[in-house]
């Protein structure tokens, strides 16, 4: 004789109300008497990662998938790479949608995270008009599908809002100081434009939000040529070609490791105390330009490469470093990875992709 017990929300509730939240976890606790139980796992929810081929998101999706999650990746491979989302194709969890955030999207989903948007300089100002479309109707068209599906959703925004500050560190009240006329104002104010309808769906239309900042972030597959410090750096580094500073190098940056990140955008969108943010996500240690260029040559002692200086570009910020108190207080989340260490995991990275490259 046996007694099929099936999941819903309210036996999940039950559950976690008498204490059995690891049993939450089960869509049918199946009892078999006089005493053997068992259980018959269901993934925890089917979450949509939006630009989930790229090298943040494709991490997400990883670490997701490694939760017992369903997981849906959304992506138009602008500035992506199917390579970064090849061994999780496999995954009978895992399910690719090629598909541009820009037109609207039907599915059945419990999460959203919203990350489609291209975030390198050298990306975003090739199509800026359409980078604006992706942060402004991309937001539009996953809060609509978040409103309509009653799902909780999170905006990757960007350290960008703030601008060149006028404040240091930077804080989330801070408004910032961005040129809406300069280069670079197609993602700042694209991504300040998306927080503002984040914050009126949640207003109007009382749609579960998250928002997090994200600040300078580097890893293993990152692409190499996105144009951002690090991959640059490095690349240069690993080719004996001379690594470009722009300006003297006295501007500064903070560097969060990839896992450091990842980490703290899940501690967000499952935070158990309704906040909804925005918080900063980014390792306030903070180093010039110079420094970390110096620290990438140190690391790749063979490397027969010289430092060279260029003019500094519009209206790029003088100073990066977030202040991560809200973080560590609502999420009780702080970077652990130390720049030396995470530089070397990426190094290894790039290392094996050039050698693929040219064998």
Not at 45 to 57: E, Q, S, W, Y
Not at 266 to 271: A, D, F, P, S
Not at 284 to 300: D, N, R, S, Y
Not at 306 to 328: C, G
Request: a neutral charge; hydrophobic letters at 40%; charged letters at 20%.
């Amino acid at each position: 004789m046996y007694i099929d017990i099936y999941g819903g929300l309210l036996f999940k509730n039950f559950l976690v109300s008498i204490g059995f939240t690891f049993l939450a976890r089960y869509e049918k606790i199946q009892i078999i008497l006089p005493g053997q139980i068992n259980f018959i796992l269901k993934p925890l929810m089917k979450i949509l990662v939006t630009g989930g081929a790229g090298f943040v998101g494709s991490h997400l999706c990883q670490k997701l998938l490694a939760q017992e999650n369903e997981v849906i990746c959304l992506d138009n491979f602008q500035t992506s790479s199917k390579e970064n989302i090849q061994k999780l194709l496999t995954n009978p969890k895992f399910t690719f949608v090629l598909h541009d955030v820009t037109v609207p999207l039907e599915i059945k989903v419990d999460q959203i995270y919203n990350l489609a948007c291209p975030a390198s300089p050298i990306h975003y100002q090739l199509e800026p008009v359409k980078t604006v479309k992706t942060s402004v109707l991309g937001a539009i068209n996953m809060l609509e599908l978040a409103k309509n599906n009653q799902a909780q959703i999170l905006q990757a925004s960007t350290s960008e809002v703030y601008g060149d500050p006028h404040i240091h560190p930077q804080t989330e009240t801070y408004w910032g100081n961005v040129n809406c006329l300069g280069l670079r104002a197609c993602y700042d104010e694209g991504k300040r434009c998306a927080e503002t309808l984040f914050f009126d769906y949640h207003r109007q239309f009382k749609v579960a939000i998250r928002v997090i900042r994200i600040f300078n972030t580097y890893g293993p597959q990152m692409a190499e040529n996105d144009g951002r410090v690090v991959s640059n750096f490095i690349i240069q580094a690993l080719k004996n070609e001379p690594l470009t500073i722009f300006g003297q190098g006295n501007q500064t940056r903070s560097f969060q490791y990839i896992d450091d990140l990842i980490a703290g955008m899940t501690k967000m969108m499952n935070n158990d105390q309704d906040f909804i943010g925005p918080v900063n996500l980014g390792n306030p240690t903070e180093f010039t330009i110079k420094e970390l260029a110096e620290l990438v040559l140190k690391l790749i002692p063979q490397s027969a490469s010289q430092i060279v200086y260029q003019p500094l570009p519009e209206d790029d910020p003088r100073q990066r470093r977030p202040d991560i108190a809200l973080a560590q207080k609502k999420l009780n989340w702080a970077p652990q990875i130390k720049l030396e260490d995470g530089l070397k995991a990426t190094i290894e990275y790039f290392k094996n992709k050039l050698k693929n490259i040219n064998p």
